[in-house]
């Protein structure tokens, strides 16, 4: 073939090719093809914000209230807990060493308060008892030894400072028999009252330092405040756990889920009183879900749920409404939907 006519050739076979494809991107589709259409506003008037799905509880970040080793850590994400399951145990061997010593001085205390009640000793009451008799028969001897000087001495036969002395030892004797009678008497009376009100007092300062104990071990297990799921585990073991740190465990209840829509403060007094409300799923507008009101937040804050947009202004104040998601059976928490809330004619 003449080398100038392949040129030609090419072009209209090029020209025709687009034209077939032309037309066959503008005939209709075949009978059955699925087409999807977006679906229509939900209301006539509304308001639209963007929402983030939330448990019904809110994320509860749980922290530690004191410094400690993480020992051990129960759960992981998506596990359903009970209220008051333990989730974290922190390293209690210091705290279990300060219980048994708050233990003992509680033991040793209970045992000197039950030592005097015990008073006086059975042992203990025959010595006294024996040390008053032998008192009493040194005064009647000293006595008896005094009346006879008493006599001599009336008959000159002995002198007045030997009458003395006998005076005097009789007077001793007295005084030690009087003795040996109230030390009787106070074994016999028992404990004395203020006594006992020191050891009962002992007694409650170490229980006191017991319930401490008890309480400093209580803190080391970090418990769910609420039944609900295991959202987040943001610690391993080994790792120190200080207060007022990060989260180490965040839970939430999500057997019922939250919407928390963002409203432009511009829009807000448009919103109906308790407006209703639907919202979408980004990617899949087609599939609607309706939201229940649940309350509105009282104050206006700063935006800070992004919708990603380019030109969005990070400035902007918000209103903040919550709704509850009604069979939101495939939404997680954390996911963001597109809400559409029910407004008032302009």
């Known amino acids: 073939m003449n080398r100038f006519l392949i040129l030609p050739a090419l072009a209209v076979v090029g020209v025709t090719f687009a034209g077939w494809t032309s037309l066959a991107a503008a005939a209709p589709r075949a009978a059955g ?25 809110q994320d509860l970040a749980l922290g530690t209230p004191v410094g400690a080793l993480v020992a051990e850590v129960l759960v992981t994400p998506g596990d359903q807990v009970a209220a008051g399951a333990p989730l974290v145990r922190l390293d209690a061997r210091a705290g279990r060493a300060v219980l048994v010593r708050a233990e003992a001085q509680h033991t040793a205390a209970r045992s000197r308060l039950a030592l005097l009640k015990a008073q006086p000793r ?45 005076r005097f030892a009789v007077e001793a004797a007295v005084a030690r028999q009087t003795e040996a009678e109230a030390t009787l008497a106070r074994l016999r009376a028992g404990a004395w009252a203020p006594e006992v009100a020191v050891a009962e007092a002992e007694i409650a300062n170490a229980a006191a330092e017991v319930a401490s104990a008890n309480t400093e071990l209580a803190r080391l297990i970090i418990a ?26 965040t839970l939430g209840d999500t057997s019922r889920l939250h919407l928390r829509i963002d ?30 009101p649940v309350r509105v937040e009282p104050r206006v804050v700063p935006k800070r749920n992004l ?8 400035d902007t104040r918000v209103l903040q409404l919550i ?17 559409q809330l029910q407004a008032l004619d302009r």
Do not use: C, N
């Open 224 to 249: 769910a405040p609420v039944a609900g799921t295991i959202l987040a585990v943001d610690v391993r073991p080994g790792e120190y756990a200080a207060p007022g740190g990060k989260a180490l465990i």
């Open 307 to 314: 919708a990603g947009d380019g030109g969005e202004r990070v």
């Open 33 to 57: 093809a699925e087409t999807t259409t977006p679906p229509g506003p939900a209301f006539a008037h509304l308001v639209a914000g963007t929402g983030l799905i939330e448990p019904a509880s």
């Open 122 to 166: 059975t042992e203990d009451l025959p010595p006294a008892e024996a040390r008053v008799a032998q008192a009493r028969i040194a005064v009647a001897d000293l006595r008896d030894q005094l009346e006879r000087a008493e006599r001599t001495a009336k008959e000159g036969i002995s002198s007045q400072d030997e009458l003395q002395r006998r």
């Open 323 to 339: 709704y509850r998601i009604e069979d939101p059976a495939s939404l997680r928490a954390g996911q963001r939907l597109d809400a």
């Open 263 to 292: 409203i432009d403060e511009q829009d807000a007094w448009r919103l109906k009183p308790a407006a209703a409300g639907s919202a979408t799923l980004r990617g899949d507008p087609a599939r609607r879900w309706k939201l229940v």
